[in-house]
């Protein structure tokens, strides 16, 4: 089944202990998304992966690190979570041939 | 920086009444205009999309337009029902595979029965 999955789905944690949420794609697409979602402000990109080690910063990139090693892994990572990071995480991938975006379950992260 | 404006940020219509969001979008290198429903505790998943050089799309009882001139583009849902109800946004990315892509705050639908 074509799938994008994320680990884990839900988290808490407290204030600078290092933490990495997984996205994992089946689909062999080439370019892979973050986003953060908080209430009244829709969905925003964190960071944007067009390929294997080629990343691009989104609009809020700032506190979060991501890695693009093999095709169907996009982690992300953050160093030192803060509570402002508390918020619903989805991890989307797409194809070169194709517009739709696939998004994961989501994780629901919550620093305190 | 960049943004997409959304209204309503909450509409609320009667079972068989016509449903129409809109957005504005800023930079005019935006050129694919995606729209997802998202229920409670769900995903995103995409209802339909339009590229900038349509003016128009429809599928069944959802349609999407745009104006590239005034930078707008609308979701129409007609003879609405209940299932209908949830969280819409609308998205405008730079080009394929969601490069550079901002999202609209949302629109919560109601649909009374």
């Known amino acids: 089944e074509a799938q994008v999955t994320q680990n884990p789905r839900y988290l808490i944690t407290v204030t600078g202990k290092k933490l990495t949420v997984t996205c994992s794609q089946n689909m062999n697409h080439e370019y892979m998304s973050w986003y953060r979602q908080d209430p009244g402000l829709g969905l925003r990109q964190i960071y944007y992966s067009m390929n294997v080690e080629v990343t691009d910063k989104g609009d809020v990139p700032e506190g979060y690190k991501v890695s693009r090693k093999e095709k169907r892994n996009f982690p992300l990572i953050l160093e030192s979570p803060s509570p402002n990071q508390t918020s619903l995480y989805f991890c989307?991938?797409?194809?070169?041939?194709?517009?739709?975006?696939?998004f994961g379950p989501g994780t629901r992260l919550t620093v305190l | 920086g960049e943004n997409v404006e959304q209204h309503p940020s909450t509409l609320s219509v009667q079972e068989g009444d016509s449903a129409v969001i809109k957005c504005t979008y800023s930079?005019?290198?935006?050129?694919?205009f995606p729209w997802y429903k998202q229920e409670l505790g769900k995903r995103p998943q995409l209802i339909i999309d339009i590229r900038s050089n349509v003016g128009e799309k429809k599928d069944q009882r959802i349609a999407v337009t745009l104006n590239k001139t005034a930078k707008h583009f609308s979701l129409h849902i007609t003879e609405t029902q209940p299932e209908d109800s949830a969280v819409y946004f609308c998205?405008?990315?730079?080009?394929?595979?969601?490069?550079?892509?901002?999202f609209g705050a949302g629109t919560r639908l109601f649909v009374k029965a």
């Open positions: 930079d005019s290198a935006s050129n694919y």
């Open positions: 998205a405008a990315s730079l080009g394929t595979g969601g490069f550079k892509t901002i």
């Open positions: 989307a991938s797409s194809t070169t041939t194709e517009d739709t975006q696939y």
